[in-house]
């Protein structure tokens, strides 16, 4: 955690509170780690080549530079999804950590995981309510070109 933001809002650090997550330095080179600046898009596939999945909690302000540093891992960028937060509430890809953590996890088809962690936000139920659809389709896509015309269909694109 980068502590950038009000640590009152931070998700990623009330997830750790509640021993849902490590605050963790290092990554190694089997953790899946969101990015939004990544140039792969995650899938249900990953879930093969990875064992672990890290959201790297920072300031969307600092965000692009945050992201330039390197971490070890595989990086993978999440499709659109619309934020249930309420400070970005319904922009799209504008999500917290503990957003970014649960829609890796639906993706990726541990969907009791990423229900317990957006169960400790009050809004946590609008974040997938918002991105249901969106949600069960990602997670069932067996290449990224089977995005682009889900996206057109969405009009996301």
């Known amino acids: 955690m ?19 997550a490590k605050n963790i330095k290092k990554t190694s080179g ?6 939004p600046f990544a140039e792969k898009t995650i899938l249900p596939k990953d ?10 909690d920072c300031s969307w302000s600092y965000a692009d530079k945050t992201f330039s ?3 070890s891992g595989i990086s993978r960028k ?6 249930g937060n309420p400070v970005n509430y319904s922009k799209l890809n504008k999500l917290t950590t503990v957003e970014a953590l649960s829609a890796g996890l639906f993706i990726l088809g541990y969907f009791d995981d ?15 309510e918002l991105n249901k659809n969106l ?23």
Do not use: M
């Open 69 to 71: 540093s390197k971490f």
């Open 114 to 128: 990423a229900a317990k962690l957006l169960e400790k936000f009050k809004w946590g139920h609008t974040f997938y």
């Open 78 to 83: 999440l499709p659109p999804l619309f934020a």
């Open 30 to 35: 089997k953790t899946l780690v969101l990015d």
């Open 135 to 157: 949600l069960d389709d990602y997670s069932k896509l067996e290449s990224e070109s089977e995005l682009e015309p889900l996206l057109r269909e969405y009009k996301l694109l």
């Open 47 to 56: 879930k093969k080549i990875v064992n672990s999945i890290a959201g790297i």
């Open 2 to 20: 980068y502590k950038q933001d009000d640590p009152k809002k931070c998700t990623a650090a009330k997830i750790v509170k509640f021993g849902l």
